[in-house]
């Protein structure tokens, strides 16, 4: 459904900027009896708010739709991804002190890596995810984990059976959530008094000045940066102490909050920094989001050209990877069949099936050399490195590579 009022503030003051047009859902991979069924695409447009400043999608997809059939998508198992939640456990357990009877709850904890890591910097752990398939998966990993959305009533059972949170993460979820207020009240409802609610997500600052626009997509809700969310949380009596710059998924950042309390520490300096930053780079004026809407059209210009010119000297073209954001990329370029023989992928939950909306197949990376593929376009750019690594026989064997964010261009 189209939605008249932002997430945040509830102000109808939003302004268009950016539309990507109609797509299916990102992590809705297809099974091949499917192919021949209609369907579903829906409005994929981007508008920020002018009171609070937080830039969101203005179309919502249901919830049931996006989560609850078959999802597909696993907590980054490379090496990279599992070095950032490690970092992410000890870092947090030392600046927290956290001990063996503080609980740890992750929100939309998918098959339990980051809870692992917790478990083993000394915390108890318990993870909520909405999707039962990946809720299963943590639970026989031996992360205990309720299939279910993370609501007022979640909030109240976790309570009952396992106490109050001192610790409650959201990593690449809290963007995710459509009513940000009534999450936010089952979140003051489950963290103890001297606990903290941490968010992890990529920064819409980074997000504009790099083009990583193929981060768009729906279940990602809102595109978050320091301005709005300061003002947010003060509606709960809250406050951000604390924000870490990291390099993950192209730029993310690491928010700290805590309820306000007489004799807590001074929040971080690098608060009223990146404020500042974020005012220098004028990233909630119309102008500049315009401008970077631009440079999305030229992206795509640009990227098909190059493609469907290797095409045209004979060369076979495959994906590599299959992440949400790749959907993204693939379905707003109109990069289909005709253009790439297939997509590559770990993930033994998305291989068999087909990309949504361009239906593509999704095998293994096996085939890159089985089908003496030329070029692999890096889906999951922001891996590229140890992508690469791990494909070295394919690059020693002549194929290169196509990166394609933020101007497209062939390594290797």
């Not at 503030?9 to 539309?19: P, R, T, V, Y």
């Not at 490195?385 to 064997?397: P, T």
Request: with cysteine; hydrophobic share 40%; proline share 4%.
């Amino acid at each position: 459904m189209f939605v008249s009022e932002c997430r945040m503030c509830q102000s109808g003051n939003l302004h268009k900027f950016l539309d990507l047009g109609k797509t299916p859902p990102a992590d809705q991979f297809l099974f091949a009896a499917q192919l021949e069924q209609p369907e579903a695409s829906y409005p994929l447009q981007v508008v920020i708010c002018d009171d609070c400043g937080l830039i969101q999608l203005n179309y919502e997809v249901a919830a049931d739709v996006l989560y609850r059939d078959n999802y597909p998508y696993e907590s980054s198992t490379t090496l990279a991804g599992r070095a950032h939640w490690k970092e992410f456990a000890e870092t947090t357990t030392r600046i927290l002190n956290l001990g063996a009877d503080d609980l740890v709850v992750d929100v939309g904890s998918n098959v339990g890596v980051l809870l692992q890591m917790f478990r083993e910097s000394g915390t108890r752990v318990l993870g909520v995810d909405p999707a039962d398939n990946i809720a299963s998966i943590a639970n026989k990993n031996g992360i205990e984990t309720i299939a279910a959305f993370f609501d007022g009533e979640t909030a109240n059972r976790i309570i009952a059976t396992k106490g109050q949170a001192k610790v409650i993460t959201a990593t690449n979820v809290f963007a995710h959530i459509g009513d940000m207020n009534g999450f936010m009240r089952a979140v003051d409802g489950l963290l103890s008094e001297t606990g903290a609610f941490i968010i992890e997500a990529p920064y819409a600052v980074e997000l504009l000045q790099n083009l990583e626009y193929d981060t768009i997509y729906h279940e990602h809700l809102s595109y978050l940066s320091l301005k709005p969310m300061q003002r947010f949380f003060a509606k709960f009596d809250m406050e951000i102490f604390e924000v870490q710059r990291r390099d993950i998924h192209g730029g993310s950042f690491r928010v700290f909050v805590r309820r306000r309390r007489p004799g807590n520490p001074a929040v971080s300096s690098i608060i009223a920094e990146l404020l500042l930053g974020e005012q220098r780079a004028e990233i909630y004026d119309h102008g500049t989001l315009h401008r970077f809407a631009t440079s999305v059209e030229k992206n795509r210009s640009d990227l098909r050209e190059l493609i469907i010119g290797l095409k045209r000297n004979g060369k076979r073209i495959a994906g590599v990877s299959a992440p949400a954001k790749g959907m993204t990329l693939l379905n707003y370029c109109g990069l289909g069949p005709e253009l790439l023989d297939f997509v590559t992928e770990k993930s033994k939950l998305k291989i068999g099936r087909y990309t949504p909306g361009q239906h593509l197949p999704v095998v293994s990376d096996d085939a890159l050399l089985e089908q003496g593929c030329d070029y692999a376009l890096l889906l999951a750019w922001n891996f590229a490195e140890e992508i690469m690594g791990n494909l070295k026989a394919f690059s020693d064997r002549g194929g290169k590579f196509i990166i394609p964010i933020p101007t497209p261009k062939i390594v290797g």
